[in-house]
């Protein structure tokens, strides 16, 4: 029979893994595990937290890279690898800081309502209400109509400014 060799867990000393695992209640496989991790931390010196440099600018680690950039994780990792950002991104970046703000896209809103107008004006679904609310509906899609010829009026404003494009007409059914 080998002799018990004698164990330290959390600074203190057991006769054996056995009794430490009787005494603590675990597994002699955890005991086991426990006496490994702290041979191995002992062993290993930590490594010093590397610091990551994207477009010149020095980042703590890079989750904090990720964090400031507003990008993931494995984006920044990718981009640490690059050294920054690619050169078809900034040219974007560049593009957008020096064109106008975007309006809204008025002819598609107004393309929309204009769908929800026609489906309100065929629906066999509508057809089969009570008068009362089919009256409702009638007022409502006169309420939407004049929203519509409001966005084109806006679009057409909009597009007298720039040549070549052209106001889409809207039929009003009733």
């Keep these: 029979m080998p002799n018990p060799k004698p164990c330290l867990i959390g600074d203190i000393a057991y006769p054996s893994q056995s009794a430490a695992a009787i005494a603590l209640g675990l597994t002699k496989q955890r005991i086991h595990q426990l006496l490994t991790e702290q041979y191995h931390r002992q062993n290993t010196t930590t490594k010093a937290r590397s610091h990551v440099t994207i477009d010149g600018t020095a980042y703590e680690s890079t989750a904090a890279a990720a964090r400031a950039l507003g990008v993931s994780y494995w984006a920044a990792r990718h981009l640490v690898k690059l050294g920054g950002w690619p050169r078809c991104h900034k040219r974007r970046i560049a593009a957008t800081r020096t064109s106008h703000p975007r309006q809204p896209p008025m002819r598609n809103a107004a393309k929309v309502i204009q769908r929800t107008i026609d489906i309100l004006a065929t629906s066999i679904w509508i057809a089969r209400l009570p008068i ?43």
């Design 132 to 174: 009362s609310q089919q009256c409702k509906i009638a007022k409502a899609r006169k309420i939407l109509q004049n929203q519509v010829d409001a966005l084109l009026e806006t679009c057409s404003d909009d597009l007298r400014r720039r040549p070549g494009n052209h106001p889409v007409r809207v039929r009003m059914e009733t």
